[in-house]
């Protein structure tokens, strides 16, 4: 395994940027997860990393020598893409043997069998491997993908949103295996998502990405706990992030302020009314959440009920100051 | 405005009953859910309710009357499907005034309620336009807007929001839901997704193999299943399941779980085979020593909380953890459950093993049943 560095790095594509000046350290055996919306720039980022792209500029590094323009076979990663396309006419086996086949590996037959058979073993693959990948579900099609990345031990392992394609149920099992095995195998990863459960759930450490810029990078709770910026606030987070008029705190806030935020677990909820009441728009007792709005504002609270309020219920709901979060003009963070 | 009741109601296909024997009272201005999976039987009643298909036997009453045989438009009742048969030759208006063609209202009445009916859904400034150019939600709000324009005494509604994504599908709900309590027409809405039936429902109907398990506000079938197969199908991560040690004696609150004891509501009746359960977020983890062993076996972290697997001598439970604690793999904890929260089953019939709790939820319970 190694790690993985991009300094600096710019690329364009005619008048539009992709990536903007760049920096990026993956360590040694570190999950690490891109997330941003799509045209954030986190597809370009990784293919960076691949050598499918060159940068204009900046510098590639692995283990801290120049790739920046080695192609990509000597870079000795290995590519899962959200739609697995395996060889439809070769069996399960064939298909994670394919790469240890190549010309430039050429692993003997003997060996190839026992990396193949431990591959399967770890993604619970072992009976399938006879089947003609057509044959598979989603899930294991996938499995069958990532089968075929692993197989290679190669250097990096680089994700492009690789459970996106499945349904929510083999999506969340599929998740944790990878954490599993990932753990186990000490591998890196760079993992590109638009999904924040994926995100925190999967990451040693995540980037947001936004407009080609990262825009801060750290631990899934760092993140979460201490947004940099409300766009940041705004990325991690289900139910999302309240954003609420700064009317409502005149004379307790800092004049700087333009926008207070607060995540839904942290607002405080009341039955009643009062002068200050809220609508119920939602309650969903699964999701733990209500929706209530005031004055056109809505606001998201997480809380486990033992009874849902119907739509249109009153509620009395606060926000308390230390769990608030501060933002000027431009959405930086105040701090506190 | 109408209440709809079915007695014993059966469907065969041949030798398959899709429906066996169901009874429900549908009351009048209710918004009711008939939440299952793919082949339980919803959707097979529901139109038995349209008279989309007749019954193999069995009644439907509608306000009292005999529908059972009657044909679909003569029902008064309005059927809104999947996949919204919007006539696309035509414009919005067009498509809204549609089913007043046959009904010899007056060009003014139309116009009224055509008016009417786009404020509602808030498609005004769509009227004049064409179907053709419409976004999949604006066309949601088009069908939506056909099957109300008639004023009908019921809507029935299958999985009419399967088809969208995600985030414009927790939209519908809200809006739909602010329809029906704007119209307090009685609605019957097909689903597989519990979070639909959860954000919308006075009243689900849980169905599994052409059988109804409960029915029920979200608040029983979620607190309270009637079942294991109930248990297992609402709730994210779901309920968890524990064997108990012992066997479970009436009137006596403490029960034993991988070798703790644990209190929970009195139960009525003795049983042999029992299971606890008890959901992820009435699951507390404590210091080691205190109620049941464990040791994380696996957490994983969403932000607002985490959710641990945590390995004990009754097999992985699932807990839902507050932000402020992070739970370490391999860590040795305790676990205690809220013990109101708690329920017990019956591991030969499946059933709810009835207790303080439950019957107090009963006794308050509204009547929705047969």
């Given at each position: ?25 993956v ?26 792209e ?11 020598q ?12 290995a590519?899962?893409?959200q ?13 994670i ?8 590996r ?17 993604l ?5 491997l006879q089947?003609k990948a ?25 994700m ?15 998740r ?6 990932q753990r ?19 990451a ?5 990405l ?7 990078v ?8 201490q947004?940099?910026c ?5 990325r ?23 926008h ?27 999701k ?17 009920m ?12 606060s926000f ?8 000027d ?8 | ?5 079915i007695?014993?109601l059966?469907?065969s296909?041949?030798d ?34 349209a008279g ?14 005999d ?11 309005a ?6 048969a ?18 010899g209202?007056?060009?003014a ?53 399967g ?16 329809l029906?309590d ?25 169905m ?16 309270f299943p009637?079942?294991?197969?109930v248990?297992r ?5 779901a ?11 009436a ?17 009525l ?7 606890l ?6 699951v507390n ?17 969403f ?5 641990a ?20 793999v ?41």
């Amino acid at each position: 395994m190694s790690s993985l560095t991009l300094q600096s790095a710019t690329k364009h594509f005619g008048a539009v940027t992709a990536v903007a000046d760049l920096d990026l350290d993956v360590h040694d055996g570190e999950f690490f997860v891109l997330l941003g919306p799509s045209g954030a720039g986190k597809t370009t980022t990784l293919r960076l990393a691949a050598g499918l792209e060159t940068p204009d500029q900046g510098r590639v590094l692995m283990d801290g020598q120049d790739v920046t323009h080695l192609p990509p076979a000597p870079r000795d990663v290995a590519f899962v893409f959200q739609q697995y396309s395996l060889y439809p006419h070769l069996t399960v086996f064939d298909n994670i043997a394919f790469p240890l086949r190549s010309a430039m590996r050429r692993v003997d037959a003997g060996e190839l069998k026992r990396r193949v058979e431990r591959v399967a073993e770890t993604l619970h693959l072992e009976s399938k491997l006879q089947r003609k990948a057509t044959a598979l579900s989603g899930g294991e099609m996938q499995r069958v993908a990532i089968g075929r990345a692993l197989v290679r031990e190669p250097r990096v392992f680089l994700m492009d949103e690789p459970l996106s394609s499945l349904d929510a149920k083999l999506r969340e099992e599929l998740r944790a295996e990878l954490k599993a095995l990932q753990r186990r195998t000490g591998a890196t990863v760079l993992y590109v998502t638009h999904d924040q459960v994926e995100a925190t759930t999967l990451a040693d450490r995540i980037a947001i990405l936004e407009d080609g810029r990262v825009k801060q990078v750290g631990t899934p709770r760092e993140i979460y706990d201490q947004p940099r910026c409300l766009h940041v606030a705004q990325r991690l987070g289900s139910p999302a992030f309240n954003v609420l008029p700064v009317s409502w705190f005149e004379g307790s806030v800092d004049p700087r302020t333009v926008h207070v935020g607060i995540r839904p677990e942290d607002v405080e909820l009341a039955a009643g009314d009062g002068p200050s009441h809220f609508d119920v728009i939602e309650c969903s007792l699964v999701k733990h959440l209500i929706v209530a709005e005031r004055g056109g504002v809505e606001v998201r609270i997480r809380r486990v009920m033992d009874r849902a309020f119907a739509p249109g219920d009153r509620v009395h709901v606060s926000f308390p100051l230390k769990n608030c979060l501060r933002f000027d003009a431009d959405g930086r963070r105040l701090d506190t | 405005m109408a209440e709809i009741r079915i007695n014993r109601l059966r469907k065969s296909f041949s030798d398959f009953v899709a429906v066996k024997d169901s009874s429900l009272v549908l009351e009048d201005g209710r918004f009711v859910v008939l939440l299952g999976p793919s082949g339980c039987g919803k959707t097979t009643t529901l139109r038995m309710i349209a008279g989309l298909e007749y019954p193999s036997s069995g009644q439907i009453l509608l306000d009292g009357e005999d529908v059972t045989w009657r044909r679909p438009r003569e029902r008064d009742i309005a059927m809104v499907f999947q996949l919204f048969a919007l006539y696309p030759h035509m414009g919005v208006r067009e498509n809204l005034e549609f089913p007043l063609r046959n009904e010899g209202l007056p060009r003014a009445e139309i116009d009224r309620r055509i008016g009417e009916v786009a404020g509602i859904l808030r498609i005004e400034h769509l009227l004049d336009g064409r179907i053709g150019g419409l976004s999949g939600g604006d066309r949601q709000r088009v069908a939506l807007g056909r099957a109300i324009v008639r004023q009908p005494k019921a809507f029935l509604m299958d999985e009419p929001l399967g088809t969208l994504d995600a985030e414009f599908r927790e939209l519908m709900c809200v809006e739909l839901r602010k329809l029906h309590d704007r119209l307090k027409t009685t609605t019957v809405f097909v689903t597989h997704d519990q979070n639909e039936a959860m954000a919308l429902a006075d009243h689900i109907v849980v169905m599994n193999q052409g059988e109804i398990l409960q029915s029920d506000t979200p608040e029983g079938v979620y607190n309270f299943p009637s079942c294991l197969f109930v248990a297992r199908f609402i709730g994210r991560p779901a309920m968890n399941l524990l064997p108990l040690d012992e066997r479970v004696m009436a009137d006596w609150d403490t029960v034993r779980v991988a070798g703790a004891d644990i209190t929970v509501p009195t139960p009525l009746a003795s049983v042999q085979r029992a299971l606890l359960g008890v959901r992820p977020e009435h699951v507390n983890l404590r210091p080691a020593g205190e109620g049941i062993a464990a040791q994380v076996a696996q957490v994983e972290y969403f932000g607002s909380h985490w959710v641990a697997s945590l390995a004990t001598a009754a097999g992985n439970v699932c807990a839902l953890v507050s932000k402020e604690t992070a739970p370490a793999v391999g860590d040795a904890v305790g676990i205690t459950f809220d013990t109101q929260r708690t329920v017990l089953f019956d591991a030969s019939t499946e059933q709810i093993i009835p207790s303080a709790t439950t019957l107090a939820h009963h006794a308050g319970k509204a009547p929705c049943q047969a």
